[in-house]
């Protein structure tokens, strides 16, 4: 029988993320994760930024929008992947409950800050 995926509980309650094994193999440096919506959960867009080096988000299933402070709004789709770049101010707006995305982060482990 396969093994079912495991996903937990991360930095936003209304995502459940599997950790892809990059921090490990990486020794910390890099982080891989698929991220998923918790169905029936919401957004809370609040600003903030993140403690990265590099961000990269690639939407696998469903939609996500955000507002970046020096792009405005960005609906992302299916196949659309976004650069977040480093301590760019950004919330999200909204999410569809099959949103399905991939995030890959330098380092593995960041501090999140508000941003209001």
Not at 42 to 55: G, L, N, S, Y
Not at 56 to 74: P, Q, S
Request: aromatic content about 12%.
């Amino acid at each position: 029988m396969p093994k079912v995926p495991r996903f937990d509980a991360g930095l936003r309650a209304f995502f459940a993320y599997r950790d892809l094994g990059m921090k490990e193999a990486s020794g910390g440096s890099i982080g891989a994760n698929v991220i998923r919506a918790v169905p029936g959960t919401h957004a809370e867009p609040h600003w903030h930024w993140h403690e990265v080096t590099f961000q990269m988000v690639f939407i696998l299933k469903g939609w996500v929008r955000f507002e970046y402070e020096d792009a405005g709004e960005v609906l992302l789709r299916p196949g659309d992947c976004v650069y977040q770049a480093p301590r760019v101010r950004h919330r999200e707006l909204a999410h569809s409950d099959d949103l399905k995305l991939i995030e890959i982060t330098a380092p593995a482990e960041f501090e999140t800050h508000a941003g209001e």
